[in-house]
């Protein structure tokens, strides 16, 4: 969800955030409609975003731990903020049941920010982000070997997947904890990732070429595999199951880079990408706009395949681009986590 620092965007990156962002809508939508696409999501959706944001963490490297939160505030915070009373608005406008103790209530859990409480479920992502990008930024400047980054974050992921795994803290911070790993991996594979594309493949040596289509094999079977609902690594406690949901979400997210570099040409997908942050926010808005306008057109649409379920939230996401991202992008885009573009 977050904003290339540099002017040149890479567009494979783009198509990765669209490919994410399609699967986080998935995976809040009725289990009972999107079929095995549901728990799959759930693998590894928001590891995959952690993933990206750690991609786009480099800008950090020598910016004062300060003057690093106060720009993560303004990028993150603000829109988390904004939306978080336009869609407490919206409800009201839309459900006046609700009442000015719900719009209390449903302002409470914004300002807690703990999952699962949000109206606007996505949501949860952006303060809990917040926190992982300052925590990851002290614990470099914490630790001056780079190549004790990696295995700092991964013990601190496993004490916190291993026993605070629910979301109980304020912005679901023990939560957000358990995903550093994925931020800190995403962070030290980038300078190489970011030179990388299809051609960096085929310009490799035979045996080199063979070995890493071999490898993909291998994953591409293993992705399918996690897809399917089979076991193949036993987890005989719960140490051995924390670790196949790592290599499980990180099998997923190898396939989907991989893909993402694949089909960078795809604009639309990379559009989507350009965009997480706004979707993420106006989902409710999207698809409750999507509803009223087939409710007073009288088209029947039911949503209960997982190509519907996509199909809708194409539609609902064409929406929201046009009523909300298009003119916040013109007249506030720092309320999108962008910067403002220099007249």
Known sequence: MTTVPDKKRIEWVDVLRGIAIIFVLLAHYDPASTGRLYPFAHKFCVALFFFISGMMSLSADKTPFTEYAKKQAARILLPYAFFSVVNTLFYFVFNRNIGIKGIISMLVTYIIGKRNTLAVAPMWFLPCLFVVCLLYKLI????????????????????????????????????????????????????????????????????????LLLCLAVDVWYVWCIYCGYSIIPAPNHAAACAVVFVNAMSVIVLMTVLSMVISFFTPLAAIGRETLGFCCAESISRALLNTLMAVTGIGFAANTPLKVVAFNFIAMTISYFVVIVPLSLLCPVLLGKKRKNR
Do not use: M, Q
């Open 140 to 211: 470099k400047n914490t630790v001056k070997n780079d190549r004790l980054l990696l295995p700092v974050c991964f013990v601190l992921s496993s004490v916190a997947k291993l026993f605070f795994e629910e979301p109980v803290l304020v912005w679901s911070i023990n939560h957000g904890i358990k995903y550093l790993i994925y931020y800190a991996i995403g962070a030290a594979v980038f300078p190489v990732l970011k030179t990388t594309d299809i051609f960096s493949f085929i310009r490799l040596d035979g045996w080199k070429k063979a070995v």
